[in-house]
Antibody, heavy 123, light 111 residues
């Protein structure tokens, strides 16, 4: 059974760095083609894709946030980590991680999603 | 802002056919497959259509997807009350140094 679970702080202060962890089970991050993405959704707004890391450690980032984002993985711990620097109240959102069994730029979709974690940015 | 444009809302009575459009451009829908996600209230998104026209196991066949040029469509044939949700199209965009883009989202209401 494939599951993804996001964890991290519920509240961060402006200018702080956010670190979120996605712990996966039911599949391996080292399986050829496997990818994990981070997506966020501000309250009442649309989904925004943030970043993806694949089994071979290739990474892609949302262009507008590229300077603030870092995605990494620890295969031995079955975890994918997203850091976002210089947090601002506009970054308040529910953050999701999701799996794709192959590259997003080919035919593969985000087929399993975590339940999401709400991060509020406030002083 | 999103590069895939959807109507903010759509509605119909039970049994009606509802179509949701997703307008993109050459680097995204024009060059790549389209996926659709359904987000029921207060839940995580769920994959509804992949590779433009394919339904994952368990998705009812009243949902169908298509694409023509730089636009895609999701059709719900025979709308049901449990279909009331937000729907998002998505595609890879070759122009943004490689990025996955979601549509602006469409809220479907069952009248």
């Amino acid at each position: 059974q494939v599951t993804l679970r996001e964890s991290g702080p519920a509240l961060v202060k402006p200018t702080q760095t956010l670190t979120l962890t996605c712990t996966v089970s039911g599949f391996s991050l080292s399986t050829s083609g496997m990818c994990v993405s981070w997506i966020r959704q501000p309250p009442g707004k649309a989904l925004e894709w943030l970043a993806v890391i694949d089994w071979d450690d290739d990474k892609y980032y949302r262009t507008s946030l590229k300077t603030r984002l870092t995605i990494s993985k620890d295969t031995s711990k079955n975890q994918v980590v997203l850091t976002m620097t210089n947090m601002d109240p506009v970054d308040t959102a529910t953050y999701y991680c999701a799996r794709s069994p192959g590259s997003l730029y080919s035919i593969y979709p985000l087929d399993y999603w975590g339940q999401g974690t709400l991060v509020t940015v406030s002083a | 802002q999103s590069v895939l444009t959807q109507p903010p809302s759509a509605s119909g009575t039970p049994g009606q056919r509802v179509t949701i459009s997703c307008s993109g451009s050459s680097p995204n829908i024009g060059s790549n497959i389209v996926n659709w996600y359904q987000q029921l209230p207060r839940t995580a998104p769920k994959l509804l259509i992949y590779a433009t026209t394919q339904r994952p196991s368990g998705v009812p066949d009243r949902f169908s997807g298509s694409k023509s040029g730089t636009s895609a469509s999701l059709v719900i044939s025979g709308l049901q009350s449990e279909d009331e949700a937000d729907y998002y199209c998505a595609a890879w965009d070759d122009s943004l140094n490689g990025a996955y883009v979601f549509g602006t989202g469409t809220k479907v209401t069952v009248l």
